[in-house]
């Protein structure tokens, strides 16, 4: 690594320059013009509408406790199926 002074007068790194090192890591090819479009849902999807029906009609969805629970239980689960998928497609 660097020294310290070395290291704070480096320009941040680009978007490019981002997407290349993990298009590296993942052993994508560099440079080819490829995209995969994923959609998937990260506040609403089944996991929602069940959790709903069962727990989230008995909050105030204005509620502290409702926001909570709605991230705790269907959007951090949601933002880590998607991950793990986005993943699968890479190797």
């Known amino acids: 690594m660097p020294p310290p002074e070395e290291r ?3 320009q941040p790194a680009t978007l490019e320059k981002v997407l290349a090192d993990w298009e590296a ?3 994508l090819s560099v440079g080819a013009r490829m995209a995969v ?6 506040t609403t999807g089944l ?4 959790w709903l029906r069962q ?3 008995r909050l105030d969805p204005e509620s502290a406790e409702y926001v909570r ?3 705790v239980q269907i959007v951090r689960p949601n933002i880590h199926g998607a991950a793990r998928f986005v993943d699968l497609l890479c190797y």
């Open 47 to 50: 996991k929602f509408v069940e």
């Open 25 to 27: 890591e993942r052993g």
């Open 69 to 71: 629970r709605l991230l």
């Open 55 to 57: 727990y989230g009609h």
């Open 37 to 42: 479009y994923v959609s998937t849902p990260i």
């Open 8 to 10: 704070f007068s480096e």
